[in-house]
């Protein structure tokens, strides 16, 4: 199975800075990846596909970048709105397995 | 628009068995694969299960296999996840989720005696 490593786990910023989070597989998977935030007692909500396009609706200052093994998860100007958990997920076979999450608190 | 809603979620004690439902509307279901997800009380998100848009192929977690059935009814735009032989680790909101990009609210399972 692949591993995909989150890093960090928790993290605090200020509204207004640049956020970012990173996700590595343990083997290539192209850029078989989606992004997802998810707020207290909700369903996740897919941000980023294919590792680096934007999901219909998703404001503009969320990105994501990467290939291969190593992925970028950035927000280019924290709202307060942005608080929420943080999720990678690879799809490139099976089992579509998740990184353990970002918690992003505001500062 | 496209809606996702689960149910038969509740408390059930270890070992015994328990099924859970996700009704599509707001699309074609029986063009889509389906999936089911599942989040432990404070926990990430683990994948469970994905079956085929026509129902013949099916794939599980290693955690739930042998255990839990995935099936659909694409007559009545639903899908299933039976559960036996539960176990406390299965305590969990599990949500039913289309390609990622559509989830329903999740309902909840818990496994205590």
């Known amino acids: 199975d692949i591993q995909m490593t989150q890093s960090p786990s928790s993290l605090s910023a200020s509204v207004g800075d640049r956020v970012t989070i990173t996700c590595q597989a343990s083997?290539?998977?192209?850029?078989?990846l989606n992004w997802y935030q998810q707020k207290p007692g909700k369903a996740p909500n897919l941000l980023i596909y294919?590792?680096?396009n934007l999901e219909t609706g998703v404001p503009s200052r969320f990105s994501g970048s990467g290939s291969g093994t190593d992925f970028i998860f950035t927000i280019s100007r924290l709202q307060p709105e942005d608080i929420a958990t943080y999720y990678c997920?690879?799809?490139?076979?099976?089992?579509?397995?998740f990184g353990q999450g970002t918690k992003l608190e505001i500062k | 628009q496209v809606q996702l809603v689960e149910s038969g979620g509740g408390v059930v004690q270890p070992g015994r068995s328990l099924r859970l439902s996700c009704a599509g509307s707001?699309?074609?279901?029986?063009?889509?694969?389906m999936n089911w997800v599942r989040q432990a009380p404070g926990k990430g998100l683990e994948w469970v299960a994905v079956?085929?848009?026509?129902?013949?192929?099916?794939y599980y977690a290693d955690s739930v296999k042998g255990r839990f059935t995935i099936s659909r009814d694409n007559s009545k735009n639903t899908l299933f996840l039976q559960m036996n032989s539960l176990r406390a680790d299965d305590t969990a909101v599990y949500y039913c989720?289309?390609?990622?990009?559509?989830w329903g609210q999740g309902t909840l399972v818990t496994v205590s005696s």
């Open positions: 997920q690879h799809y490139d076979n099976l089992p579509y397995t």
């Open positions: 707001g699309f074609t279901f029986s063009s889509y694969p």
């Open positions: 083997q290539d998977i192209s850029n078989s």
């Open positions: 989720a289309r390609a990622y990009n559509y």
């Open positions: 294919d590792a680096s």
């Open positions: 079956i085929s848009s026509d129902g013949i192929s099916k």
